[in-house]
Nanobody, 121 residues
């Protein structure tokens, strides 16, 4: 079982920056994928960015050039550096971790509780 714990949300003015963190704790063989999703008020949850165990990244078009996803493998921690924030970035941001319990296990996904990011105009 993996427990993702997000931190770093808050209130920021448009044009500002925030850095989110997601630390994975618990028992697992490997972490294959880490991702950030967000859910704006009244909307569905959407993918923001992901990073694989090999370091490959992918971003939603709306955040390309402004957000950077990274991970510290030794600390089992993922980060999302968010720059040039816009009011449209306001959402609850969720961390998702895809991990294997044993080397022969399939990948299971675990979600964090979410952290609120509010960007004022």
């Amino acid at each position: 079982q993996v427990q993702p714990l997000e931190s770093g949300g808050g209130l920021v003015q448009a044009g500002g920056s925030l850095r989110l963190s997601c630390a994975a704790s618990g028992s697992f063989y490997s972490i294959d994928l880490m991702a950030w999703y967000r859910q704006p008020p009244g909307n569905q949850r959407e993918l923001v960015a992901l990073i694989t165990d090999g370091g490959s990244t992918n971003y939603a078009d709306s955040v390309k050039g402004r957000f950077t996803i990274s991970r510290d493998t030794a600390k089992n921690t993922m980060y999302l550096q968010m720059n040039s924030l816009k009011p449209d970035d306001t959402a609850v941001y969720y961390c998702k971790i895809g991990s294997r319990k044993y080397y022969y296990s399939g990948v299971s996904n675990y979600w964090g509780q979410g952290t609120q990011v509010t960007v004022s105009s």
